[in-house]
């Protein structure tokens, strides 16, 4: 295998499937089933979950809402979406746990990173909600900050495009997919891959992210075991 221990990025929105909001079931299903052909081949997997189909702090900001008190939503929506994973990760017989950076001890365990390590190499699926715990921050951030924490060989950022392109390519016609790119090409470029914050950090950490789309099965299996798929972005 190319990897041992990854770092799965999925986005709130990927969970709406043909919804306009909240969690489509046939979606969660599709991912458990994408996730267990990784842990069969016995590859750690960590998970931070999004939670745009619920709530956005900048969004609530936007029509006057405090946005501290926004961000507080939109890390509980994570939360939300952990738990609705985790449900689906466990009907397909994988084990899980669901760590959180905000305390609701009732829900989820609290954020322990030695304790979400011994998960892991107990084959454990570790689902990290509540974000990074900070408002004005994003999940993406939180991605690549415990993928760093956990000691994760890639982040891979699961979306609905297949990798990294020179522009849109829902607007672009002419615009063309990259296999690798450098860190630094992306900002030179002005690519957006993640928000600034998430990126730099993951860049100053020297940790790998993979670009790839979640939603052609059989694609998580190949990335994993090295096959050329979606966009690496690498020093
Ligand atoms: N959020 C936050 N701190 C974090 C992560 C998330 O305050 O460390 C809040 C923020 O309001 C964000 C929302 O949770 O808009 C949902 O996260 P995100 O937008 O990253 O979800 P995604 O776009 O991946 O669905």
Redesign the pocket.
Known sequence: MHYKRILLKL???ALMGERQYGIDPKRLAEYAEEIKSVTDQGIEVAIVI????I????AGASKGMDRVQ??????L??VINGLALQSALEDGGIQTRLQS?IKINEVAEPFIRRKAIRHLEKGRVVIFGG????????????AVLRAIEIHADVILKGTRVDGIYTADPEKDKKATKFDYITFEDVIKKGLKVMDTTAFTLSQENELPIIVFDMNTPGNLLKVVTGEKVGTKVNL
């Not at 999004?50 to 189909?53: F, R, V």
């Not at 974000?131 to 939180?142: E, H, I, L, R």
């Open positions: 986005s709130g929105e999004g939670g745009g189909n709530f956005r702090g900048v926004g961000d507080h939503m939109g890390m929506a994570t950076a974000g990074t715990g900070n408002p004005y921050f994003t999940t993406d951030s939180a």
